[in-house]
């Protein structure tokens, strides 16, 4: 198998995900996993895509990822590896399509307006 490169987004980070056959190891910006994304939560949204698919100890993955926080890092890339999962055998998307994660989550931060305090919030207004 050769290496599947793919691309996840959320909110304003970018994650790019290297899957190539191994043992199950998980590099994120030259760092450990569990050193990168310290907490279970963000260690599980990024095996998710595996867990479902059974898939833990055969793939190594190398990612690079910037912008937004770590909850969007995190995000983007499980949206990664679940395209890269896509990719390797068809019959993952019937197993990851049902559960989201290869959905783009559109959501953005909405603009600071002209004008306003911050996006919706005005000014107060007094009349005196």
């Known amino acids: 198998m050769e290496m599947i490169h793919k691309i996840g987004r959320r909110k304003t980070a970018v994650a790019r995900v290297y899957v190539t056959e191994g043992k199950g190891d998980i590099t994120i910006n030259n760092r450990d996993l569990s050193n990168y994304f310290p907490t279970a939560t963000l260690q599980y949204k990024v095996k998710q895509p595996f867990a479902l698919t059974n898939n833990e100890e055969n793939f190594d993955v190398k990612v690079n990822v910037y912008g937004g926080g770590i909850t969007g890092q995190a995000e983007a890339v499980r949206l990664a590896l679940s ?32 004008g306003q305090k911050k996006a919706r919030k005005k000014f107060q207004f007094s009349k005196r």
Do not use: I, Q, S, Y
Request: charged share 45%; hydrophobic share 40%.
């Open 83 to 114: 395209r890269a999962l896509c990719e390797m055998d068809a019959e993952h998307r019937l197993v990851l399509k049902p559960e989201g994660l290869l959905t783009r989550d559109p959501r953005m931060v909405e603009r600071k307006k002209f």
